[in-house]
């Protein structure tokens, strides 16, 4: 059983509620986790309002926050593989991506914001009027809350911890309930980095949890990353008091593949592209715009490469492609590929259950899709790929920027110029041309549209954790 973290004491919730978690390799039992209700969610508001005011956070040399950040990345490394296989166990994930993936880059994060505490800096501005000195301050938020999903727990969470405390920010962080463990662990080892208490407070629960947050008239942020349907719910929550809002929300990306690619080095990464964690990726290529003259070639390229992964427990040192997150996922990723059948594409490979313990899906490949199906528009977040065909390269550009996502595209070309126009015509965040997506600190993460508002990481993130301050004064005498 593990506790809610309110201002540097580990309790239980105030009403003794609990919730499970489930190893999704085979369904069992892996831990209960205390459910935060309305009376923690105020505690441990309160418990970050407090700290975000008291001196010993307030005043903190910059240089001081930055040590703490790099003492947490040392600490995350020493407790690596404890998270790792804390990580595979709580989201399927196979244990060598949460060991070259997840644990480097959740530390990453933390020392690449570490450089930033004593790099916030504002600016002096040339103001019209005559002896008047105008400079900016950037300053915390305030109170932050950090709403997390399950597909990649430990990281993201890093991507949220990192930037708010680089920037003097307090912060309560809810984790997904499907995968709250490596939260939990994080939230220890924070702990003994020795940040103040009430600094960073831990709530686990479900949407009760981060709607409360949401909601609270005294947290002024809220950085959320899920689902577009609840990152819109979001926004009616926060209007009581005009929180800040950051929203990482879903995608559907496309990956062009142009007549003149490299189609065995497009298969090698498209399959990455759309697979990787069983295609339980924000960004994951999820549909294919192939040239017609290369379409054949490619899908059954990838129908033979999807059918060739090995399935398994993420801590099977074999497996290269664990499960889904949960039986009510799994069964709607079922969904989608029966409608895509229903609606006349053509099944390739997969399009079934695994009939095993756990999770299981087939990895999917259909052919013969059009813009209309629901195979091509919907985020489906599993490993199924929809090819379709297209004639025209101009079309193929509304094609792509054709749905209410914006979140990432991949283009595969040996042309530089079809790969940077390309790049500047499709709306989405990150363009990724001859590779499979990646995250990075030091770059940018985020979604047009309907994928969210705001970004994170690199500088991006030291502007959504902070507010500007201009001071003004006048030199003459007063
Ligand atoms: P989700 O929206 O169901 O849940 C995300 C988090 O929000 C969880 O912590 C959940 O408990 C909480 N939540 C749920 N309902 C809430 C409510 N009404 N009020 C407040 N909090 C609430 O998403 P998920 O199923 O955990 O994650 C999958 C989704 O996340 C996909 O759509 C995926 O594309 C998206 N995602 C986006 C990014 C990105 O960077 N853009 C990264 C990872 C995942």
Same mark, same amino acid.
Request: glycine share 10%; charged share 20%.
């Given at each position: 059983?593990?506790?809610l973290?309110?201002?540097?004491?580990?309790?239980?919730?105030?009403?003794?509620?609990e %919730?499970?978690? %489930?190893?999704?390799?085979?369904?069992?039992?892996?831990?209960?986790?205390?459910?935060?209700?309305?009376? *923690?969610?105020?505690?441990?508001?309160?418990?970050?309002?407090?700290?975000?005011?008291?001196?010993?956070?307030?005043?903190?040399?910059a240089?001081?926050?930055?040590?703490?950040?790099?003492?947490?990345?040392?600490?995350?490394?020493?407790?690596?593989?404890?998270?790792? =296989?804390?990580?595979?166990?709580?989201?399927?994930?196979?244990?060598?991506?949460?060991?070259?993936?997840?644990?480097?880059? !959740?530390?990453?994060?933390?020392?690449?914001?570490?450089?930033?505490?004593? +790099?916030?800096?504002?600016?002096?501005?040339?103001?019209?009027?005559?002896?008047?000195?105008?400079?900016?301050?950037?300053?915390?938020?305030?109170?932050?809350?950090?709403? !997390?999903?399950?597909? %990649?727990?430990?990281?993201?969470?890093?991507?949220?911890?990192a930037?708010?405390l680089?920037?003097?920010?307090?912060?309560?962080?809810?984790?997904?309930?499907?995968?709250?463990?490596?939260?939990?662990?994080?939230?220890?080892?924070?702990?003994?980095?020795?940040?103040?208490?009430?600094?960073?407070?831990?709530?686990?629960?479900?949407?009760?949890?981060?709607?409360?947050?949401a909601?609270?008239?005294?947290?002024?942020?809220v950085?959320?990353?899920g689902?577009t349907?609840?990152?819109?719910?979001?926004?009616?929550?926060?209007?009581?008091?005009?929180?800040?809002?950051t929203?990482?929300?879903?995608?559907?990306? #496309?990956?062009?593949?142009?007549?003149?690619?490299?189609?065995?080095?497009?298969?090698?990464?498209?399959?990455?592209?759309?697979?990787?964690?069983?295609?339980?990726?924000?960004?994951?290529?999820?549909?294919?715009?192939?040239?017609? +003259?290369?379409?054949?070639?490619?899908?059954?390229?990838?129908?033979?490469?999807?059918?060739?992964?090995?399935?398994?427990?993420?801590l099977?040192?074999?497996?290269?492609?664990?499960?889904?997150?949960? =039986?009510e996922?799994?069964?709607?990723?079922?969904?989608?590929?029966?409608?895509?059948?229903?609606?006349?594409?053509?099944?390739?490979?997969?399009? *079934?259950?695994?009939?095993?313990?756990?999770?299981?899906?087939?990895?999917?490949?259909?052919?013969?899709?059009?813009?209309?199906?629901?195979?091509?528009?919907?985020?489906?977040?599993?490993?199924?790929?929809?090819?379709?065909?297209?004639?025209?390269?101009?079309?193929?550009?509304?094609?792509?920027?054709?749905?209410?996502?914006?979140?990432?595209?991949?283009?595969w070309?040996?042309?530089l110029?079809?790969?940077?126009r390309l790049?500047?015509?499709?709306?989405?965040?990150?363009?990724?041309?001859n590779?499979?997506?990646v #995250?990075?600190?030091?770059?940018?993460?985020?979604?047009?549209?309907?994928?969210?508002?705001?970004?994170?990481?690199?500088?991006?993130?030291?502007?959504?954790?902070?507010?500007?301050?201009?001071?003004?004064?006048?030199?003459?005498?007063?």
């Amino acid at each position: 059983m593990t506790d809610l973290l309110i201002g540097g004491s580990w309790r239980p919730a105030a009403d003794g509620a609990e %919730f499970t978690t %489930f190893d999704p390799a085979d369904g069992s039992v892996l831990g209960t986790c205390a459910k935060a209700g309305a009376a *923690d969610v105020d505690l441990a508001v309160a418990a970050a309002r407090t700290a975000f005011d008291d001196p010993a956070w307030a005043e903190m040399p910059a240089h001081t926050r930055a040590r703490l950040l790099w003492r947490v990345a040392d600490l995350v490394e020493e407790h690596g593989e404890e998270l790792a =296989e804390l990580e595979t166990r709580d989201n399927g994930q196979p244990l060598a991506v949460a060991r070259t993936v997840t644990v480097p880059g !959740t530390a990453e994060h933390f020392r690449y914001f570490a450089g930033w505490c004593t +790099k916030i800096e504002g600016s002096v501005l040339p103001v019209a009027y005559p002896d008047t000195l105008h400079y900016t301050r950037r300053e915390p938020v305030g109170v932050c809350a950090l709403i !997390t999903p399950w597909n %990649f727990p430990l990281m993201i969470a890093a991507w949220k911890l990192a930037p708010a405390l680089a920037c003097g920010n307090t912060v309560i962080i809810k984790p997904a309930e499907q995968t709250p463990l490596t939260t939990v662990k994080l939230a220890q080892l924070i702990g003994r980095a020795g940040f103040p208490p009430g600094v960073v407070n831990l709530l686990t629960g479900g949407a009760a949890t981060g709607a409360a947050l949401a909601e609270h008239p005294d947290v002024d942020k809220v950085s959320f990353t899920g689902s577009t349907a609840v990152g819109r719910t979001l926004v009616h929550y926060s209007a009581g008091n005009l929180k800040r809002l950051t929203l990482e929300l879903g995608g559907k990306a #496309p990956s062009i593949i142009a007549a003149d690619a490299d189609i065995d080095a497009a298969v090698a990464g498209n399959v990455q592209g759309a697979l990787f964690n069983s295609g339980q990726v924000c960004a994951a290529y999820a549909r294919f715009y192939v040239d017609r +003259k290369r379409a054949d070639e490619f899908t059954s390229k990838m129908a033979a490469a999807a059918a060739a992964l090995r399935l398994g427990p993420g801590l099977d040192p074999d497996t290269q492609l664990g499960p889904l997150i949960s =039986e009510e996922h799994r069964a709607s990723v079922d969904g989608h590929v029966s409608l895509a059948t229903a609606q006349g594409a053509t099944l390739v490979t997969g399009g *079934d259950r695994v009939d095993r313990p756990g999770f299981f899906y087939r990895p999917t490949v259909f052919a013969d899709v059009t813009d209309e199906m629901s195979i091509a528009q919907d985020e489906v977040f599993g490993p199924v790929v929809p090819v379709l065909a297209y004639d025209d390269p101009d079309e193929l550009v509304a094609r792509a920027n054709g749905l209410e996502y914006g979140l990432a595209a991949s283009i595969w070309t040996d042309d530089l110029s079809t790969a940077h126009r390309l790049a500047a015509r499709i709306r989405a965040g990150a363009v990724f041309i001859n590779m499979i997506h990646v #995250p990075d600190a030091a770059t940018t993460w985020g979604g047009y549209r309907a994928s969210g508002w705001g970004r994170e990481m690199g500088p991006y993130a030291i502007d959504a954790y902070t507010e500007v301050k201009g001071v003004w004064t006048h030199l003459g005498k007063p």
